[in-house]
C-alpha cells in the first residue's frame, strides 16, 4: 500500500526545491504511517510514504535501479501485486538480480524488461509512478478497475501527482478551483472517467498509461472490459468461478501483517470470509473478522425497501460455521454525527462526495478494525460483478434511458437538488450532465453476434456499474481505510473474476431467478444456510432517530453563521426548515440533505475553494 507523490519540471533542477516535495509528500502520512523518503534529481521528484505489508525491512522508497548506461529508474509504488512471486522468478531467469523481497522491487525491474508493457503483466491494485532517467519520462500506471486512486495535474513544464489530490494541492502551481462540471461531479452520483472535480487536474483512467515527457502527453489503455463469447455451461461456469475465487482468496491472503476479514452476513463477504477461513485453516491459523453495528439495531430493526433483515444475526452465524475469531464494532449516534469524524471524513475524500452516516461508520469500522489488522479483506464489487443490486432486477430500471442506480435513489434518498439555491439548480442542470455521461458510456459497449435485445440490455447494466458505480465505492473504500492505515483488498476485483463473470450471459448469472446465482452456488459448500437463503442487504444505515437530532442541532449552528459561504450554494430557507422539523418524523431525504449541507459546509472551510458557476 502507501502513497505516492511526485513533480516533474523540464524546465528546472527540482533540487532546490526539497521543501515544496517534502510538503507533497507529508500530506500522504496517513497512508503511509510506517516511513517517508524522497528522490529528487534534476527535472524529476518523487516521494513516498509507506504502509508497509510485504518484506518490511526491504522495501524503502522512492526505489532506484541503473541501465547499464548508468542512468537511474526511480519508482513510486501504492498497492500490491498478487502474482510477484511469479514475475520474480521470470524477471530471475533473464537475469535480473534482486536486493529485496519486496513486489516494488519486482515492478521496478519489470519495467526495466518490459517497459510500459508490465502493466499487462500484474495482477493486483496499484498505482505506480516511474521516472526513466534514460528517456527522460516519467510512465504513470495505475491498475485495471481503478482500485487505487491516482491523479495528475500538468504544468507548463510538465506534470505533478499524487495517490490523492491533497498531495497535488499542497503545491503552490495547483489552484483550487471547482467549476459546474466539478460540481455535477459532487451531485449527479455518477462518475465520469478521469474527472478530478478540481480544475485542471484529472484521473489516471483505470487500465490506462500516461506518458509525460519533453513533448507532452500521450494516454495508452492497456486494458478494458471487452465483450466474448462464452462458451461454458452452467455447472462448468459455477466451476470455473470457485476455481478462481479459491485463487484470488490464496494470493490476496499473503502479508507479512496481521490480517482480517470485513464479515457483513451478506453473500459476498460471507463467502469471503469463509473461504479464507478454509484456507488459512489448512496452516492452523484462525481468521480474524470484523463487523459493523449500531447500539440498538438488532433489538430494534425496522425493515425497510432497501433492507428487510438486521446483519448481525447473519454475520454470528458465518463467524460460528467459519470458526473466526470475531469482533463487532458497535457505534453510537454521537460518533457517527460527530463533526470531528465529518471533517476526517472529508478530508480523506477531498471533497464533500458521501453517504452521510454509511461514510462515518466506515471510517469508524476501519479505525477500530487498524489497532488489531493492517490488512482486510473485503467483498466490495461482488455485486457488481454478479447482479446484486435491486436494479438488474427492477423493470423499470432495466429499461431506463439512464444509469440504472439513479431510477430510485431519489425514493430512497432525495434528490440533492431540492438543497440547493435555485440559480444553483439551474447553472447544474443535472438532468443534461448526467443523460450526456450515460449516453458516452453505453456507446462503449460492445454486442455480441446473435445476442438478442435482453441480454443485450443487461450487459450495458453489467458494463454501467463496472465502468461507472463500483468506481465511486472503490474509491469511497480506499479513502476512508488509508486514512487510517489499513490496506483493503477486493478479491472480486480480480481481472480475471471480472473478465470471466462479465461475459457469463445473464440467464446464467440469474439462473435460479435470484441476484448473484453464480456466487452463491460457487460457495454453496462453505455458507451457513441463513446465508445462503438471505436476500441482499446493503451497507447498514443507523435508524436511531438521535443521530437526525444531533444533524439537527449542527445545522442551527451553521444557519447562525449567516455570511457562511454555503449559502451561496445551500437554499437557507430549505436548510431552515429541514433543521426545524420533527426530528423523528424527519423524512430520509431530509436527513440526506442535512448531510450533504454540512458536508459542503466543512469542505468549503477545510479548502477555501473558487467555486466558479460557468
Not at 467549476?179 to 478530478?196: I, Q, Y
Amino acid at each position: 500500500m502507501c502513497g505516492i507523490t511526485g513533480w516533474i519540471s523540464f524546465d528546472r533542477d527540482l533540487r532546490s526545491e526539497q521543501e515544496t516535495v517534502d510538503a507533497m509528500t507529508e500530506t500522504m502520512s496517513c497512508r503511509g504511517p510506517d516511513d517517508r523518503g524522497t528522490w529528487v534529481q534534476g527535472p524529476a521528484a518523487l516521494g513516498h510514504r509507506r504502509l508497509a505489508i510485504i518484506d518490511l525491512p526491504g522495501g524503502r522508497q522512492p526505489m532506484t535501479a541503473e541501465r547499464a548506461d548508468g542512468t537511474p529508474v526511480a519508482i513510486v509504488y501504492s498497492g500490491e501485486t498478487y502474482n510477484f512471486g511469479e514475475l520474480r522468478k521470470e524477471l530471475a531467469s533473464r537475469g535480473h538480480r534482486f536486493t529485496t523481497d519486496s513486489d516494488t522491487e519486482v515492478v521496478l525491474r519489470g519495467y526495466l524488461e518490459w517497459g510500459e508493457a508490465v502493466a499487462e503483466r500484474l495482477n493486483g491494485m496499484f498505482a505506480f509512478a516511474v521516472w526513466d532517467g534514460q528517456r527522460q519520462r516519467l510512465v504513470m500506471i495505475r491498475d485495471r478497475m481503478g482500485i487505487k486512486p491516482f491523479y495528475y495535474y500538468p504544468t507548463p513544464d510538465g506534470v505533478l501527482f499524487g495517490s490523492e489530490p491533497k498531495a497535488i494541492l499542497a503545491h503552490p502551481l495547483a489552484e483550487r478551483n471547482v467549476r459546474l462540471d466539478g460540481l455535477r461531479e459532487l451531485f449527479a452520483f455518477v462518475k465520469t472517467p478521469g474527472h478530478a472535480i478540481w480544475e485542471g487536474m484529472h484521473e489516471v483512467e483505470p487500465g490506462t498509461v500516461v506518458t509525460v515527457d519533453r513533448n507532452g502527453l500521450r494516454r495508452h489503455v492497456y486494458w478494458s472490459l471487452q465483450t466474448r463469447a462464452h462458451h461454458d455451461d452452467q455447472d462448468t461456469s459455477i466451476a470455473q468461478v470457485r476455481t478462481l475465487l479459491d485463487d484470488i482468496v490464496r494470493r490476496q491472503l499473503v502479508a507479512d501483517v496481521p490480517r482480517c476479514t470485513l464479515l457483513s452476513g451478506g453473500l459476498d463477504s460471507s463467502a469471503m470470509t469463509a473461504l479464507a477461513a478454509r484456507q488459512l485453516g489448512e496452516v492452523d491459523e484462525t481468521v480474524r473478522s470484523f463487523a459493523v453495528d449500531f447500539v440498538g439495531r438488532t433489538e430494534h430493526f425496522v425493515a425497510d425497501e432497501l433492507r428487510a433483515t438486521p446483519d448481525t444475526p447473519y454475520v454470528h452465524d458465518v463467524a460460528r460455521s467459519s470458526g473466526t475469531d470475531h469482533q463487532d464494532i458497535v457505534l453510537d449516534s454521537a460518533e457517527l454525527a460527530d463533526l470531528d469524524v465529518r471533517a476526517k471524513v472529508i478530508r480523506a475524500r477531498d471533497i464533500p462526495m458521501g453517504l452521510g452516516d454509511m461514510d462515518a461508520s466506515l471510517y469508524l469500522l476501519f479505525k477500530a478494525i487498524r489497532r488489531h489488522s493492517t490488512v482486510a479483506l473485503s467483498g466490495e464489487s461482488a455485486d457488481e460483478v454478479f447482479g446484486g443490486y435491486q436494479q438488474f432486477f427492477d423493470e423499470e430500471a432495466r429499461r431506463a434511458d439512464t444509469f440504472p442506480w439513479l431510477v430510485r435513489f431519489r425514493e430512497h434518498f432525495g434528490d440533492d437538488g431540492n438543497i440547493l439555491n435555485a440559480g444553483v439548480t439551474d447553472a447544474l442542470d443535472l438532468d443534461s450532465y448526467i443523460q450526456d455521461g450515460y449516453r458516452a458510456a453505453v456507446k462503449d459497449v460492445e454486442r455480441l453476434d446473435g445476442e438478442s435485445d435482453f441480454e443485450f440490455r443487461m450487459r450495458k447494466i453489467c458494463y454501467l456499474h463496472l465502468t461507472r458505480f463500483v468506481r465511486i465505492l472503490l474509491d469511497r473504500k480506499d479513502r476512508a481505510s488509508m486514512a487510517v492505515g489499513l490496506e483493503v483488498r477486493v478479491p472480486f476485483c480480480d481481472h480475471r473474476l471480472v473478465e470471466y463473470v462479465y461475459n457469463t450471459p445473464w440467464s446464467l448469472k440469474s439462473f435460479d431467478g435470484r441476484e448473484k446465482s453464480l456466487l452463491r452456488e460457487a460457495t454453496a459448500d462453505v455458507l451457513p444456510q441463513s446465508v445462503y437463503d438471505r436476500v441482499k442487504s446493503p451497507y447498514p444505515s443507523t435508524q436511531d432517530p438521535q443521530y437526525a437530532v444531533a444533524l439537527q442541532h449542527h445545522a442551527k449552528d451553521l444557519l447562525s453563521r449567516r455570511s457562511h459561504p454555503v449559502f451561496e450554494l445551500v437554499d437557507r430557507n430549505w436548510l431552515e426548515r429541514a433543521a426545524n422539523h420533527d426530528a423523528p418524523q424527519i423524512t430520509q431525504a431530509s436527513r440526506h440533505g442535512l448531510e450533504r449541507t454540512l458536508d459542503l459546509a466543512l469542505w468549503l472551510d477545510m479548502y477555501s475553494p473558487t467555486i466558479t458557476l460557468t
